[in-house]
């Protein structure tokens, strides 16, 4: 099953002031999540972000907050939340109801074996058609992410890349944005 723009959420997990310093290679996935969150910005691909207890662990970091409110895309929404599954905050439900026909979550953020895992695992008892991202997911500790991709595996989620995504929702060379993120992978 390839990821369809037209039928895609994409769910950031945490990717907090507090929490991106500290987990393994970080610079490289606050890249490929930016790229991710400005196709699909372009593409009108809904995105819901959640921060676990914001006081405490900072905001969502700058660079990700930019891309997914710059423009006011309709459909950008941000959680607070103190439990660990983005699916299980307050304002979820609420958040999520315009969008209830899209039945694909691309899965970006941190920490892979704790938030990302609990969310992506409540996406799919929901219904959803899970896409982790993985070199868009983190934990601080390597062996940590690895666990939770091959858990996150073995519960029916597609493991799949930056790439991947962007190339399924675009579905063919040739427009501007093709060479806008091929250009922008290179």
């Known amino acids: 099953m390839l990821v369809r723009a037209d039928n895609s959420v994409v769910f950031v997990v945490d990717i907090q ?76 439900d609420e958040a999520l109801a315009p969008y209830d026909d899209r039945r694909q979550a691309v899965v970006v953020g941190i920490e892979a074996h704790i938030c990302v895992l609990q969310t992506a695992l409540d996406l799919r008892v929901r219904g959803f058609e899970v896409f982790v991202v993985a070199d868009g997911v983190s934990s601080r500790r390597e062996s940590d992410r690895d666990k939770a ?14 790439e991947m995504v962007l ?4 579905g063919k060379a040739g427009t501007p944005l093709f060479k806008q993120v091929s250009k922008a992978i290179r």
């Open 167 to 170: 190339f399924e929702w675009l």
């Open 17 to 92: 002031d507090k929490l991106l310093p500290v987990v393994h290679d970080n610079a490289s996935l606050l890249k490929n999540v930016v790229l991710l969150l400005e196709t699909a910005s372009t593409l009108s691909i809904p995105q819901l972000v959640s921060e676990q207890y914001p006081q405490g662990l900072g905001e969502t970091v700058a660079g990700v907050k930019r891309v997914v409110t710059q423009g006011g895309l309709q459909g950008a929404g941000f959680l607070e939340k103190v439990c660990f599954s983005a699916v299980r905050a307050d304002r979820f």
């Open 149 to 162: 991709l091959a858990r996150l595996r073995d519960n029916g989620c597609h493991i799949v890349t930056t």
